[in-house]
C-alpha cells in the first residue's frame, strides 16, 4: 500500500508522472462463446485474443470486445479489465505452464511499475487518447474455472490476491499495444484494490473502511454498508 508519508504527499494531487506508470503490452478482446462444462451448457466472453491493431474504447467496452452475462461483467463500473504481465508471469511459475496475454479474461495486459493491487480506487489513468478510472478488483466467477479447465482454480485464484482491476472509462478514445500507462490523478484515500479484496474474502471489518473512497461503486458501497450494520 505504500507508507503514510508518500501518500499525503499526494492526496488529491493531479500528476501525469506520479506512481504507476506503465505499458499496455496486448489489448485483449472477445465474444460470447457456448460451451458446455460439467454437463451444463453456459455462455461466456472470458476467452480474449490479443489484437495487433488500435482499438476505440466506449464508455462500456473495447471495439470487439463483449461481455456475455451483463449482471456481474461489464457495465460502465468494469468496461475494462487489467492484468499484470507480472501476475501473469507469477501464475506460469505456479501452474507449471506458459499463459497468453487474455488468458484471465483480461483486456488489457499491462507492465508496470509498481503492483497493480497497490492502485487506489479512483485513480485515473489515461492510455493513448482515453482516460480511466480505478473502480474494483475482479472476484473470479465460476467461468474462470470454465476457462481454466479446473473449477477448484477460482479459489486458488481469489486466496492468491492477484485480482488483476477493473477500469470505469471516464473519456472515451483509441488505445492499442505499446501505449504507455500515466496515473493522472491520486486521491485523497488510502482505499486500495486489494483491500477491497481483502475486506469481501478475508476480513469483513475493513468493510467500513473502504467507505473512504469517494467513488467506490454503487454495490460496493452497499455491500459495505451492510457490513457495517452487522458488525458495526
Not at 491493431?53 to 461483467?73: C, E
Not at 485515473?124 to 465460476?142: D, H, K, M, N
Request: glycine share 10%.
Amino acid at each position: 500500500m505504500g507508507d503514510i508519508t508518500s501518500v499525503e504527499r499526494t492526496y488529491g494531487v493531479e500528476d501525469s508522472a506520479h506512481m504507476l506508470a506503465g505499458q499496455v503490452l496486448s489489448v485483449n478482446v472477445g465474444r460470447p462463446r457456448h460451451v458446455t462444462w460439467n454437463g451444463k451448457a453456459a455462455v461466456t466472453a472470458i476467452w480474449k485474443m490479443p489484437v495487433t491493431d488500435r482499438r476505440n474504447v466506449s464508455l462500456t467496452n473495447i471495439d470487439g470486445d463483449r461481455q456475455a452475462d451483463l449482471r456481474v461483467h461489464g457495465g460502465l463500473d468494469k468496461a475494462v479489465y487489467v492484468y499484470s504481465a507480472a501476475d501473469l508471469a507469477w501464475w506460469e511459475e505456479a501452474l507449471g505452464r506458459p499463459l497468453k496475454p487474455g488468458t484471465f479474461g483480461e483486456n488489457l495486459t499491462v507492465t508496470t511499475s509498481g503492483d497493480l493491487g497497490g492502485s487506489l480506487i479512483g485513480d485515473r489513468w489515461r492510455i493513448g487518447s482515453a482516460e480511466f478510472e480505478v473502480t474494483q478488483p475482479r472476484l473470479p466467477c465460476y467461468k474462470l474455472g470454465i476457462r481454466m479447465g479446473d473449477a477448484k482454480f477460482v479459489r486458488r485464484f481469489a486466496k492468491a490476491r492477484r485480482f488483476g482491476v477493473y477500469l470505469r472509462v471516464l473519456r472515451p478514445g483509441e488505445i492499442g499495444r505499446g501505449d504507455a500507462i500515466t496515473v493522472a490523478y491520486h486521491p485523497a484515500h488510502d482505499v486500495t484494490v486489494d483491500m477491497i479484496g481483502r475486506a469481501y474474502l478475508e476480513d469483513h471489518s475493513l468493510a467500513t473502511h473502504i467507505l473512504m473512497a469517494p467513488s467506490l461503486p454503487l454495490d460496493w458501497r452497499t455491500w459495505a454498508l451492510k457490513q457495517w450494520a452487522i458488525h458495526g
